[in-house]
């Protein structure tokens, strides 16, 4: 077993999709929460595969774009303060903040350095002790234990230059806000795979039992993403709402405890700041105050001038599932990977983004 | 240790004890041995000429090094227009500290490249900056080369209902480079497909001089190259991702980094657009040549949607295949 060209076996892939398409009668819409899905669903074309029943529409589960604009400015004035190194995943580079870029401020000669991982970060600041080096902490459930980990590690070898600034979000709360608001009528939930590798698949059963929203796990191949639209469409037909798990081997129900007692030894809930779904309590993670001389926020002198947002740009509607990609005015005329304007466009998990280059609604 | 010194680049005696004894001798030629500022030589027929530059960091890394990738690379951008390798230039341009042992060992490996390729290094050059001015070592090379008579491969020339053949797996230089990076180092027994691929084309032109075109996909990938070769001759092109290899542990590497082995770098790939009536004496040339054992006919050309790529894909739905935006991974060659 290999783990990923078996989960991509088009034999396997056509049973399902005939399976899909034998069962389903009623008509459903299916929200992927995860870019990741999105992209998945793109690069294998698996709109096209499912029956006129299903609707397929993409949620807010990129944690790149979700993140608000005054956050993302508040990123890029860190990485003007002389001093500093601002140590960041990839995809945080390109994207728009109100008037700038990373990748822009970088280029003005801030010291932005890309990572993999928060322990890259910290070996960044045990290179360079006279610097202050800030990791940008974006991401969901998934990512935070990691850097819960990397503050662990800093104080206990005493690494006193490093710190995070904490723009981590959780996924449930947001699902609930997106639910209370009535915009998207749902009948089944892609509930994201990494995630619930670390939360497991019970913060899910709300959505169930309160909403009666039939949920499945999926992980991130093809087949899987096939088996858990098929295992929705069952509960649909049966008129069930369970939690399932189709992406067992990397899920289970009780998540996994040692990446949660760390997240929760070192953050505590706090409110967030969502692109296009404002301030939802409970749904962001700061850094407790037995870390504090960790945190960012609370050493650096971090001024930004009000957020702007984009004119025209509506990627917070995408986000939230109203619209689509292609709704947008701007989508591949004036927003493109190349000049984006909404952040949507530039992160790889980013739904614009999957649908311009994998040309969903192109041409 | 002994280290390469700004003076090894002044013109003075350390530069031409460098290159009397790290360069000519290894490189040793007819053309070059004469040490006169340009190289003289005879050369009839159509010719191709090109340059590039190598930057790739790390410089030594596993199936190569920026030695052998500059002779690859500039062979492989001859060879793209049919045209037989002959001679290449060489320059250096040093970072001072390098280890002169690196040094040798990078002209050690263009030496035994360009032995491989047919090729003689005739002219070159050697500069030495100050530390920080470069990252320890960069190469340009220019190259040129015969196109025999009757070949006419240009990215233009591809038409409707060709074959589109590569030669063999996808990705393998991308992943074996950016696997030895800082900070980002992960165990896998990969190596880069660096390669010369001037005998591979002879062999394919044997098979049929009237290939349409050809092109290495580099930097980008397959995916840009195709798109290249889609809208410089204004038509479409459809693949099979089924057909195109990918090793596993390629595969694994990008499932993990978040990259699609479409847009992952090759140094060792041609692809060849071939009128249908050729495509299978083309294909079993590129399969008994060593560095196409793993050939396939990827695709075909198409006429309607011009410019654009659509792969079907393994469930049987198609996409579009766009170019790659911005970049993937920095310095991979």
Redesign the interface.
Known sequence: M?Y??EF???EL??GL?SQIRLRSKKKARFMEFCGGHTVTI?????R??LPLTIEMVSGPGCPICVTANADLDRAIALSKIPGVIVATFGDML?VPGSHSSLEKAKASGAEVRT??SAT?AL?IAKANPDSSVVFLGIGFETTAPTIAASILQAEEKGIGNYYVLSLHKLCPPVIRALLDSGEVELQGLVCPGHVSAVIGSHPWEFIAKEYGIPCVISGFE?LDV?QCVEMLVKQVEKGQAGVEIAYKRGVRAEGNQIALKLMERVFEPSPARWRGMGEIAGSGLKIREEYKRFDAEANFDIQTAPAIEHKGCICGEILRGVKAPADCKLFARAC???NPVGPCMVS?EGSCSAY????GE?? | MDKILLAHGSGGKLAHDLVEKSFIKALANPLLDKLDDSAVFDISGRLAFTTDSYVVSPIFFPGGDIGKLAVCGTVNDLATSGARPLYLSLSFIIEEGLLLSELEKVVASVQKAAKVAGVEIVTGDTKVVTRGSADRLFINTAGVGVIPEGVDASGTNAKPGDKVLLNGTIGDHGIAVISQRE??SFATKLKSDCAPLGDLVADMLKASPNIHALRDPTRGGLATSLNELARQSKVSIRIEE?KIHVR?AV??AC?M??F?PLYVANEGKMIAIVPPEDAEEVLAAMRKNRYGKEAEIIGEVGAE?PG?V?MK????????V?ML??DLLPRIC
Do not use: W
Request: hydrophobic share 30%; net charge negative; aromatic share 8%.
């Open positions: 290999k990923i060209t991509r076996s088009s892939g056509e999709i793109f690069r294998y074309g698996i096209q595969l390109k990572v993999y890259d070996e093809p096939l493109t990977p190349e790889a311009y280059l994998y040309g192109r041409g | 900070g980002l089924s596993e595969l694994a499932e980094l978040g699609d949607n654009r659509i894909t393994v469930l049987g739905s198609s996409r579009i766009d935006v911005g």
